[in-house]
């Protein structure tokens, strides 16, 4: 069992930074993921990086603004977010994987943190 719990989020104007934390208990051997969910929108995949780290996956809309990484001494995973556009609003989720492979589907993601909010003002 792993349990996860984010923190990071905050308001930051457009063109800001930030950089959301998820701080992993029990076992810590899972690809992670970071998703977001504005609202009356459908939870989407943001990144993704393997255990290791070795291999990383970024959604089209973040590439080049955002980066994934983790270190496994602090059992962590981080998201930094640079040039954050209004539309970058939502709550950030962090989930873990169990399988070998970076995946970017919701329901291959087993375990779930409770979320952060971001928020982008224009």
């Known amino acids: 069992q792993v349990q996860l719990v984010e923190s990071g989020g905050g308001s930051v104007q457009a063109g800001g930074s930030l950089r959301l934390s998820c701080a992993a208990s029990?076992?810590?051997?899972?690809?992670m993921g970071w998703f977001r969910q504005a609202p009356g929108k459908e939870r989407e995949f943001v990144a993704a990086?393997?255990?290791?780290?070795?291999?990383?996956d970024y959604d089209d809309s973040v590439k080049g603004r955002f980066t994934i990484s983790r270190d496994n001494a602090k059992n962590t995973v981080y998201l930094q977010m640079n040039s954050l556009k209004p539309e970058d609003t939502a709550v950030y989720y962090c989930?873990?994987?169990?399988?070998?492979?970076?995946?970017?589907?919701?329901?291959?993601?087993?375990?779930w943190g409770q979320g952060t909010q971001v928020t982008v003002s224009s």
């Open positions: 029990g076992r810590t051997t899972y690809n």
């Open positions: 989930a873990a994987d169990l399988s070998a492979v970076l995946r970017r589907s919701r329901g291959a993601y087993d375990r």
């Open positions: 990086i393997t255990w290791s780290g070795g291999s990383t």
